[in-house]
């Protein structure tokens, strides 16, 4: 897991604003995901991307936006549309056709 | 799609005692079910799984059950130390992962 990398660990934004979290790796890992943790609620799946210049949503992906233009970076955008954007972000990992997915160290959103 | 249970949503065990998380998953079609290991303020990391193939599996105190029937798979975490307090998350699914709620584990000294 030391090979994915997210980007600010603390990060503030005024509402109205789009605010875009990094994620990086150096695994050569295929898949990549982005998941929101709110406290009691566990990990819910916003966007996971398997392949270069494709994408698909997750469960809650209305307000958020993705790219993956290059197999190592997986840049998450909360817009200002997400109502509720306070959340601690984690980014994963896991390399094509297995299961096992590696989580990047979080960034902590707050939306004042 | 998938739905994941977990419970419960916190677990007391005195030191050296054992602990049991259970879950529950609702699609058949789910083969790989992970457990997660979070400790405050960092990111989760994998400590065991099993696949659907397989019943049981042990890794040193911890061990993991599945029972496909049934579906559900549990942990199981024995002589606990004080730094087996954490939240543990449970997973299941085929091609992606489902997560519960966790649980958050207190061992007491």
């Known amino acids: 897991d030391g090979g994915i990398t997210q980007s600010p660990k603390y990060l503030f934004r005024k509402e109205g604003q789009n605010v875009t979290l990094s994620c990086e790796q150096n695994?050569?890992?295929?898949?990549m995901y982005w998941y929101r943790q709110d406290p009691g609620q566990g990990l819910r799946l916003i966007y996971y991307s398997q392949i270069v210049n494709d994408f698909q949503k997750g469960d809650i992906a209305e307000g958020y936006s993705v790219s993956r233009e290059k197999k190592e970076s997986f840049p998450l955008t909360v817009t200002s549309a997400q109502k509720n954007p306070t959340a601690f972000y984690l980014c994963?990992?896991?390399?094509?056709?297995?299961?096992?997915?590696?989580f990047g160290p979080g960034t902590r959103l707050t939306v004042t | 799609g998938e739905n994941v249970e977990q419970h419960p949503s916190t677990l007391s065990v005195q030191e050296g005692d054992s602990a049991v998380i259970k879950c529950t998953y609702s699609d058949s079609a789910s083969n790989y079910f992970p457990w997660y290991k979070q400790e405050l303020g960092k990111r989760p990391q994998l400590i065991i799984d099993i696949r659907s193939n397989v019943g049981e599996k042990k890794d040193q105190r911890i061990a993991v059950t599945l029972n496909k029937t049934a579906k559900h798979f549990s942990l199981h975490i024995t002589e606990t130390q004080p730094e087996d307090s954490a939240v543990y998350f449970c997973a299941g699914g085929a091609d992606g992962l489902t997560f519960g709620k966790g649980t958050h584990l207190i061992i007491q000294p």
């Open positions: 994963a990992s896991s390399p094509l056709g297995a299961n096992e997915q590696y």
């Open positions: 695994l050569n890992h295929d898949a």
